[in-house]
């Protein structure tokens, strides 16, 4: 069935569903000691399977709330969740690492009473949710890794200690400059594209937002941007040698110059079946420049409805991970038959071609 509109499902139940956000209390949950929180916002048929949001960096739930609006008028559950580390929950030191926040989302799943979500993740989320898809890949519906990469590049680690210390001297403007890589030593590769000459949509809207965001961070918000940085630094490579077997979507912002469309879609590539594609006139900070195509993007693929004809994207490719092609040890008189099976392989390893850019 189609999707009404983003404009006609907002109209129909957006203040409904603002209603509906704030007057679901954060539950508060345990695990291991630390405390984090959730929210879980019914709606539609009981039992419909709901979507998860997991936060990148300098995200909580209220990030989402915009999004949530999109499903909840649609119908669609949804689950926000301040895991360890993030908004309001606890901070958690850099000796727990993926395997434990993974833990903590089965331990939030099962005690919410849900035995299958659709996982949308974003930036420092992303390997956090390739880890719970990893372990409990029969609980994910679908997966969506928006901004991702395998691992924190090394000529990037010096950049972000020299942050590390930008902000432990209180120099908050720098501070934002160098994430936003105006300036300092991640300059032309932060969280925004300043190349004048790449169309970003709403430009002076996304770096007002989040540097206004950044040199306003108070003491708890620091401190967990430094633990969080130093454990994805600490985590090393996401291991992509046995990536879950689910339906899955990896994309970013055309321009993004921090998790590079070829770093996503070698995520994609790991994946047995993956689908990748990028959002025109957007960088790493595509949910506010291009929030309309965002958000039906990800409400489309958690609900296994056609993307296809979503405005604002590029091509969309459906990407297979390549198998090595192992050396025979049969004998000289079935070479025929090698020859055949040599073809079949060349075959199935190729990709197939990209679905035409819609219009």
């Known amino acids: ?39 879980d916002i019914p709606a539609g048929i009981p039992g419909t399977i709901p979507t998860l949001f997991i936060s990148g960096a300098f995200q909580s739930m209220p990030s989402w709330h915009r999004f949530a609006r999109i499903f909840l008028g649609r119908e669609k559950p949804v689950i926000m969740v301040d895991l360890p580390g993030t908004g309001r929950a606890d901070p958690l030191p850099t000796e727990y690492g993926l395997e434990y926040l993974a833990d903590a989302i089965k331990y939030l799943l099962d005690e919410l009473g849900h035995q299958k979500v659709a996982i949308v993740a974003a ?9 719970f898809a990893e372990l409990n890949p029969s609980m994910v519906e679908s997966l969506i890794l928006c901004g991702t990469m395998k691992e924190v590049p090394n000529h ?9 210390k ?5 120099n908050m403007e720098q501070f934002a400059n160098e994430l936003l890589g105006v300036s300092g030593p991640q300059q032309g590769c932060g969280l925004i594209c300043t190349d004048p000459q ?31 940085t130093k454990r994805l630094l600490n985590h090393g490579r996401i291991d992509l040698t046995n990536p879950p077997n689910v339906r899955t979507l990896v994309f970013t912002g055309e321009h993004d110059c921090f998790t590079r469309p070829d770093f996503c879609r070698e995520i994609a590539s ?8 990028t959002i025109q006139q957007a960088d790493h900070l595509f949910h506010i420049e291009q ?69």
């Open 123 to 131: 930036s420092y989320g992303t390997p956090i949710a390739y880890r």
């Open 198 to 228: 790449k169309p970003i949509a709403r430009r002076k809207l996304a770096h007002r937002l989040l540097h206004s965001q950044l040199i306003s961070m108070n003491a708890a918000d620091r401190e967990k941007y430094v633990i969080n």
């Open 291 to 359: 929030f309309d195509t965002t958000a039906e993007l990800l409400f489309r693929f958690s609900y296994n409805e056609s993307i296809n004809d979503i405005p604002m994207l590029n091509n969309i490719e459906i990407v297979r991970r390549k198998i090595k092609k192992r050396l025979s040890s049969r004998p000289s008189d079935s070479r025929y038959k090698l020859r055949c099976q040599d073809k079949f392989i060349q075959k199935s390893m190729n990709p197939e071609p990209a679905l035409a850019q819609p219009s």
């Open 270 to 277: 790991a994946f047995p079946l993956a689908t990748f594609t």
């Open 166 to 170: 930008t902000l432990e001297e209180g």
């Open 156 to 164: 990037i680690h010096g950049d972000l200690a020299h942050s590390f």
């Open 1 to 39: 069935m189609q999707s009404i509109s983003i404009k006609e499902g907002l109209e129909k139940g957006g203040y409904q569903c603002d209603q509906l956000i704030a007057s679901v209390e954060p539950k508060r949950l345990q695990f291991r000691g630390f405390t984090f929180y959730c929210k």
